[in-house]
């Protein structure tokens, strides 16, 4: 055996052990505020296939308990048959709560449907979508609402909206994304949303809602986004929402709740380190 | 640099010299050679979907990445078979060994992707890889790899320079075309009606 080939096999075996052992879940104990069980949820994750998401639906809600998440929402675009399989796995390993979305992606705005059951068209105006989106039972949540979209939340849609998305990882790529969601969010009475866009790239919830709820279930989550008992907090601690909820929240630690921004431990750096180095050792010397 | 570097990274740094050496040779073919390079680029796929996902390498992602990035490998088969002629090629299993040794640009590109999700905190992740700076890149490794596998049909099918841009195009537009449907195909329709102003 070439030197670059047992070069690569060990650091490859290296790094599958110390990624395996070090992929333990992020668990937090519930947490009680004032009258309400506070639940962390992300509303905008994706998976394979179909959706530009690289996880399978399986894999996405353990990714989502590994991530330390209460609630999902798994939004396909377009359609809903993944976010059953989703919701099926996770009730069979015991959370967390999945909720039946979509991702309603048109030309002119791109609209969160949670909560719902059936596919939501996108040959409709924002408000005709929204519409049937409660008609299902279901809350509407305005996706990554960049100035480009606003146009087609009219009058009509604004005031049937439930929420709008004002922490999403796009206000970590550009500083004009966040000025825009932010703008919007202040056009209307709307709860404050956080979502990562999930597509299988970096921790999932690194953008968060915390929903003040009276349990987990979906009637309690979806009542909490239409009374806007919702809290949105970004890496620098901006609170968005009900500020007498923010106010509640000043005692909480963070990074218990959302370990995004947590440094990893060794095991996961030496574990990416190695593997990287046996990768490309492999291609370069391996001579496979 | 024969004696140092693989066929791969010879393939993907000088691919007419390396491709004209390695087709002259003849080699064997067989089932193993079939299916030796597909199924390295389905542990490369999946080891990148579990650096991404979770900055670690976890046999829990990779097994389950494994399976669902083995569609990248099977179109790109039905875009070789599209292109490959039984009575005047070497054999198809030859065709994908030496075919599959072109993804030197995407393993790359790939590698250094998954280095910012592994080692940079997840905004500064998202900031490097927010589209301004990944699509020059993404041109790049998509012209390069274009011009290895133009090479591959020119030394290794002996096709004419102008047949050899058409099979490059047919392979690209089958293997491309079922990838991303897919991968990605419920967005398209109102993506296309956007981009048209239909």
């Known amino acids: 055996m070439s030197l670059g080939r047992l070069i690569s096999l060990v650091s490859l075996l290296v790094a599958i052990s110390l990624g395996t052992l070090s992929d333990v879940p992020h668990t937090h104990a519930p947490i009680s505020l004032d009258s309400y069980r506070v639940l962390t949820a992300d509303f905008h994750v994706h998976s394979f296939p179909l959706s530009w998401g690289t996880l399978a639906p399986w894999d996405t ?205 060794w095991m996961t750096r030496a574990s990416a380190a190695c593997g990287l180095l046996g990768l490309l050792a492999l291609f370069l010397f391996g001579e496979i | 640099m024969t004696q140092v570097w ?24 067989g089932k193993w050679k079939l299916v030796r390079r597909p199924l390295f680029l389905a542990l490369f796929l999946a080891s990148m979907v579990s650096l991404i996902a979770s900055q670690r390498l976890t046999l829990r992602l990779m097994i389950t990445g494994a399976i669902n990035m083995s569609f990248i490998p099977l179109v790109e088969f039905a875009g070789l078979s599209a292109t490959w002629r039984r009575r005047y090629d070497i054999p198809f299993s030859r065709a994908v060994d030496l075919f599959f040794m072109s993804h030197g640009p995407w393993i790359l590109w790939l590698l250094a992707y998954a280095s910012i999700w592994a080692f940079a905190s997840p905004d500064h992740a998202f900031f490097w890889t927010a589209p301004r700076f990944i699509w020059p890149t993404f041109i790049v490794a998509i012209a390069w790899s274009a011009s290895i596998d133009y ?48």
């Open chain 1, 61 to 265: 809600v353990l990714e989502a308990r590994h991530d330390g998440l209460d609630v999902i929402a798994m939004t396909p675009h377009n359609h809903v048959w993944v976010a059953y399989i989703g919701r099926w796995f996770s009730e069979r390993i015991g959370g967390p709560t999945v909720l039946i979305g979509e991702e309603v992606v048109t030309p002119r705005y791109h609209l969160l449907a949670i909560g719902i059951h059936d596919e939501i068209g996108w040959r409709q105006s924002a408000a005709g979508a929204i519409n049937e989106v409660h008609r299902q039972g279901g809350v509407a949540i305005a996706a990554h609402p960049r100035k480009f979209y606003w146009p087609a939340y009219d009058a009509a849609a604004l005031s049937k909206l439930d929420g709008a998305e004002i922490q999403h990882p796009l206000i970590y790529a550009t500083t004009r994304g966040y000025s825009e969601v932010q703008q919007f969010f202040d056009r209307a009475q709307l709860a404050a949303i956080g979502d990562s866009d999930y597509h299988g790239t970096g921790p999932m919830g690194i953008c968060r809602t915390f929903i003040f709820a009276h349990d987990n279930s979906e009637g309690a989550i979806l009542d909490a986004i239409r009374t806007h008992h919702t809290v949105a907090i970004d890496r620098d601690g901006r609170a968005y929402g009900d500020p007498a909820l923010i106010a509640l929240m000043r005692n909480v630690d963070l990074a218990q709740l959302n370990p995004s921004f947590v440094n990893p431990e």
């Open chain 2, 6 to 29: 693989s066929a791969d990274a010879r393939v993907t740094l000088r691919p007419s010299a390396t491709y004209r050496e390695l087709g002259q040779k003849g080699g064997s073919s």
């Open chain 2, 151 to 198: 090479c591959f049909f020119r030394e290794v099918f002996h096709r004419g320079r102008a047949q050899s841009a058409f099979d490059l195009c047919v392979q690209r537009a089958v293997s491309w075309t079922l990838g991303i449907l897919i991968f990605g195909a419920d967005p398209l329709a109102p993506e296309l009606t956007r981009i048209l102003h239909l």
